[in-house]
């Protein structure tokens, strides 16, 4: 069974920049969370979809983060405009339903510079 | 904040030792615990699980044992081997909350 995708793995950019993150969840998992996690810390939910609709999304800063997920596939997580505190991996998972086994993918490691 | 964490951020352990890694949860509504392995630029990977109506789990080399009276959750890895180097999470769901929340990690380290 294939995992979770997530690309790009590494990304490099300039404070007030723009980034996207793509996932593409393990196939039949209706549930999709975006996590980040900053260097030497557990992971922090960002937002978590139920098929295509958001289910939580209380601690996305929704002033420079947005996320979508269409047709309850893939997702993409974007940030617009990028400061320093932002750098971080990027982790998404999914599961068959809320609450069940996450499994993640290997993350999207982001710096600003 | 973050109602789970675990007590000690680093563990070393001898090859061939058992090793046990502590973790503390605040919300007694907290139903459902899961604990997560992380390597190097990887992401976490599920190790075992358990729910709030069971005291012990036991997995392949590794037994969870949740102590609800005193909010208490431990993973129990025997004769650790230098591939259960990795840092190691706790996550709860909250009955009714259908989300997971992380506490910090251990790193453990395995000495040869």
């Known amino acids: 069974e294939a995992g979770v995708a997530q690309s790009p793995r590494y990304k490099i950019i300039e404070k007030r920049q723009s980034v996207a993150f793509w996932c593409n969840p393990i196939?039949?998992?209706?549930?999709l969370y975006w996590y980040q996690q900053i260097l030497g810390q557990g992971p922090k939910l960002l937002i978590q979809?139920?098929?295509?609709?958001?289910?939580?999304d209380s601690q996305l800063p929704k002033d420079r983060f947005s996320a979508e997920r269409l047709k309850g596939v893939d997702s993409t997580l974007k940030i617009q405009p990028a400061k320093l505190e932002d750098s971080a991996v990027y982790l998404c998972?999914?599961?068959?339903?809320?609450?069940?086994?996450?499994?993640f993918g290997e993350g999207s490691r982001l710096t600003v510079l | 904040g973050e109602s789970v964490g675990l007590h000690l951020p680093t563990l070393s352990v001898q090859e061939g030792d058992n090793s046990i890694i502590n973790c503390a949860y605040s919300?007694?509504?907290?139903?459902?615990f899961i604990w997560y392995k992380q390597e190097s630029g990887k992401g976490p990977q599920f190790i075992i699980d358990?729910?709030?109506?069971?005291d012990k789990r036991q997995g392949q080399r590794v037994t969870v044992l949740l102590n609800k009276t005193v909010k208490h959750l431990s993973l129990q890895i025997a004769a650790t081997q230098p591939g259960d180097s990795a840092v190691y999470f706790c996550?709860?769901?909250?009955?009714?909350?259908?989300?997971?929340?992380f506490g910090a990690g251990t790193t453990v380290t395995v000495r040869a």
């Open positions: 998972a999914s599961s068959l339903a809320p609450s069940r086994e996450l499994f």
């Open positions: 196939s039949g998992h209706a549930t």
């Open positions: 979809f139920q098929n295509n609709g958001v289910v939580d």
């Open positions: 919300n007694s509504a907290s139903d459902y």
């Open positions: 358990i729910r709030s109506n069971m």
């Open positions: 996550a709860e769901n909250i009955f009714g909350d259908y989300k997971l929340s």
